[in-house]
């Protein structure tokens, strides 16, 4: 068996590119191996990646010794260190069930007017103008409105929230950042904290009635609740719920724009959207991998893990696993059976994923029924995130046909009321 490349390769733009052509040598060189330059175990396989996802004998905890931390980055280290994505039980089913209610299936399906509209508001301005850049006038926009009306924040305030969670992503998606970029992502966290803390806490104006913020304000006035804690995690569903719903709608529309014959199908047979979405994630997940440590030396996929060791499990190379996923290659909307990666496995499995579902249902449909003649505008290849943990690009510019003079602007704009509930 040859020695597999380190998985460090992927930050190059020439390997982003053709990331699961990477993937899939690592995989077939080893499933599982130790890559000396992270200093980390690298899974790629879809049975080890699922198994150690939900390994109690694998933690969560990303920053097991705050000190060890460089100066710049701990005050950010310390906050994450409270969120429930980087805890293990007792501590993160407790914080999860804190918000777990306004993420379940019949609370964001309550969302879906919100999201038709915020949409077609998008399609609206843009129709006339015959070009878009998808990420920054889409997938970034759409994700953060709706997050910040389910924490009731004002609109005024949005574009701040914004500013401060793109550092701290940046963060948690890369640890070869310099100081300064470091210090930058504390500070933003900070300042987000310190807005949370405000709106949580402000009585001159209530919170919407079954806003998140209402149920986390609740949480707050209760004596036995830690509001350092609380206003963590509402930091981490801020960053979490924009940030990966962002890269999957750019993944997502550029995948379709390089496979015309998917895009059509799914105009010809709409009603695939849904499992589209699911293929959509599998194929190029915004999330690509998650870490874990060893609580103990321990057994996976007949390698010894010693305690204390990480390891990184690779989730956008398991999605592509051809024992899970024959052709993983191909992108098909009827794809039987096998469960992709993209949003985790086990405990930690992401407590977004019914509004994410949604939000890519619908914007999906509206980009595909209502920008007619969509394509990729321009010559240039796509730029990613360089990130080894998220999979996004920096944009995405497309250009369609503009409606004609007589098309009437009230039918556009209420072209999606028909799929809202009443």
């Known amino acids: 068996m040859r020695t597999p490349s380190s998985l460090l390769s992927a930050f190059r733009p020439q390997v982003q590119e053709r990331l699961y052509d990477f993937y899939e040598e690592l995989r077939s060189a080893d499933d599982l191996f130790w890559d000396r330059r992270v200093g980390a175990w690298v899974a790629t396989g879809h049975a080890v990646v699922s198994s150690a996802a939900g390994d109690p004998g694998l933690s969560s905890v990303r920053y097991p010794d705050i000190e060890a931390v460089p100066g710049e980055l701990r005050p950010l280290a310390r906050v994450l260190s409270r969120q429930m994505l980087y805890s293990d039980a007792p501590d993160h089913p407790r914080l999860r069930a804190l918000i777990s209610r306004a993420f379940a299936p019949r609370a964001v399906a309550t969302l879906r007017t919100r999201i038709h509209e915020a949409v077609d508001r998008i399609i609206t301005t843009a129709a006339p103008t015959g070009r878009m850049d998808i990420v920054a006038d889409l997938a970034r926009p759409l994700p953060l409105t709706i997050i910040c009306d389910l924490l009731d924040v004002p609109e005024e305030d949005r574009p701040a929230l914004a500013s401060w969670s793109e550092p701290v992503a940046e963060a948690i998606g890369n640890s070869r950042l310099d100081a300064d970029r470091n210090r930058e992502a504390s500070q933003s966290m900070a300042d987000m904290l310190a807005y949370l ?3 949580l ?3 001159d104006t209530p919170p ?9 304000t609740t949480q707050a006035e209760n004596a ?3 509001l350092d804690e609380l206003l963590a995690n509402c930091a981490l569903l801020l960053i979490a719920g924009h ?4 890269h999957f709608i750019g993944n997502a529309t550029l995948a379709l724009l390089r496979h015309p014959d998917a895009a059509d199908q799914l105009r010809r047979r709409p009603e695939l959207i849904p499992a589209a ?17 060893a609580r103990r030396d321990l057994d996976l996929a007949g390698r010894t893990i010693a305690e204390g060791q990480t390891v990184l499990l690779v989730c956008g190379a398991a999605n592509r696993d051809p024992a899970v996923f024959p052709d993983p290659h191909v992108l098909d909307f009827e794809r039987p059976g096998g469960r992709h990666m993209a949003f985790g496995h086990g405990p930690h499995f992401c407590l977004g994923a ?17 920008l007619p003649g969509l394509r990729l505008d321009g010559t240039e290849p796509p730029q990613w995130q360089r990130s080894l943990n998220f999979r996004g690009l920096t944009r995405l510019d497309v250009a369609f046909t503009p409606p004609s003079d007589d098309h009437d602007s009230g039918t556009r704009a209420g072209h999606a009321t028909p799929a809202c509930p009443a």
């Open 354 to 370: 019914a509004l994410a579902r949604l939000e890519g249902a619908i914007v999906l449909e509206a980009l595909l029924t209502r």
């Open 197 to 199: 803390r405000e709106l």
């Open 277 to 293: 979405v699911e293929e959509l994630l599998r194929y190029d997940a915004p999330v690509q991998l998650m870490l874990r440590r």
């Open 201 to 203: 806490t402000r009585h």
């Open 208 to 216: 919407a009635p079954h806003s998140l913020r209402a149920l986390v």
């Open 243 to 246: 940030e990966t719903t962002t």
């Open 224 to 226: 036995d609740q830690d």
